[in-house]
């Protein structure tokens, strides 16, 4: 059964590494988590994007980190600056 697992491997790989060749001579790029964002998101969203808890948001805000804008008493946060924030904190 091992054989067969990594025969479908192998055959999944060529077939991946076939698709980004024809993906670059098109020109596609490939979609981003920031290719899916909305403009604006609410603090517990923005929790949820970053993984980490809405005090943690607060204070992302707070040393500002987030660029914000309030709707009513709601405070919103810009998807450029939740896109900007994990770009910024990329592991390499």
Known sequence: MVSG????????????????????RVGIQPKTLSDYMDEAYSVKDASKILGCTMVKVRQYIKYNFLDTFRVGQKVMITSESLKRLIENNKTK
Do not use: T
């Not at 491997?9 to 698709?19: A, C, D, P, V």
């Open 5 to 24: 697992v990594s025969s479908i491997e192998e055959k999944l790989n060529e077939i991946f590494s076939r698709l980004d060749e024809i993906e670059k």
